[in-house]
């Protein structure tokens, strides 16, 4: 089946950009989404990228996509403490419903 | 993007009683939603599809006698964890996908405990 990976956990000072990579190993994933899940909440859409593409930019944040390693990353410019969150990638083949989620990363902004 | 909303947001209820959460669709008519369980520092695990008007898809493992989808209306989806064990006890988040940019938003979750 598919699975998706992520680190566990990112630490990173307030004002420095934050990279958090996903890897997967589904060859016939067609949507990457990025969500973030901050503490007793739902997950929040930040940004997604079709699988013809190599990167999308938005505002502070930025993916970058390696289809060919089947990996996947967020890039998260001045981090600022309110970006502290669990933040889960996540794959959708193309004409399937069911989304796989990441283990999801755990981001410590330091103030 | 699409606003997802869930009623209760989390809920306390004896063992052996049934629990009914709602996941409304407020902005735009979903034809499917998708219902996920969180545990703890967990990943979110997808349950079941459910379908407008049809019976809702369930994920190998997951009862569909203990867990009763209902999507009576496109706006409206719930789950119903019947006779409720304290091994129930999870955060259940709801979920959307709206057409056609094949976006997915999820609802503020129900933090169920069983005692």
Redesign the interface.
């Known amino acids: 089946g598919e699975d998706v990976e992520q680190s566990l956990f990112l630490s990173v000072r307030e004002g420095d950009s934050s990279v958090i990579n996903c890897t997967y190993t589904d060859s016939s994933s067609t949507y990457l989404y990025w969500y973030k899940q901050e503490p007793g909440a739902g997950l929040q859409l930040l940004t997604y990228i079709f699988s013809n593409m190599d990167m999308k930019q938005d505002q502070r944040l930025t993916v970058l996509l390696n289809k060919k390693d089947k990996h996947l990353s967020l890039r998260i410019a001045d981090t600022q403490t309110g970006d502290s969150a669990i933040y889960f990638c996540a794959e959708r083949p193309g004409g399937y419903q069911k989304v796989t989620f990441g283990t999801g990363t755990k981001l410590q902004v330091i103030p | ?1 699409a606003v ?1 909303s ?1 009623h209760p947001s989390w809920v306390i209820c004896k063992s052996g009683t049934s629990v009914k959460i709602e996941c409304r669709s407020l902005d735009f008519q979903a034809t ?1 939603m ?1 219902w996920y369980r969180q545990f703890p520092k ?3 695990m ?1 349950m079941a ?1 459910s379908n407008e008007g049809s019976k809702a898809t369930y994920e190998q493992g997951v009862e569909k006698d203990k867990f009763l989808i209902n999507h009576a209306s496109l706006t409206l989806s719930t789950l119903t964890v019947t006779s409720a064990h304290p091994e129930d006890s999870s955060f259940y ?1 709801c ?1 959307v ?1 709206e057409e056609p940019q ?8 129900t ?1 169920l405990l069983v005692l």
Request: hydrophobic share 25%; proline share 5%; charged share 15%.
């Open positions: 993007g997802v869930q499917t998708f967990q990943s979110l997808l599809t988040i979920s996908r094949e976006t997915q938003y999820f609802g503020p979750g933090r």
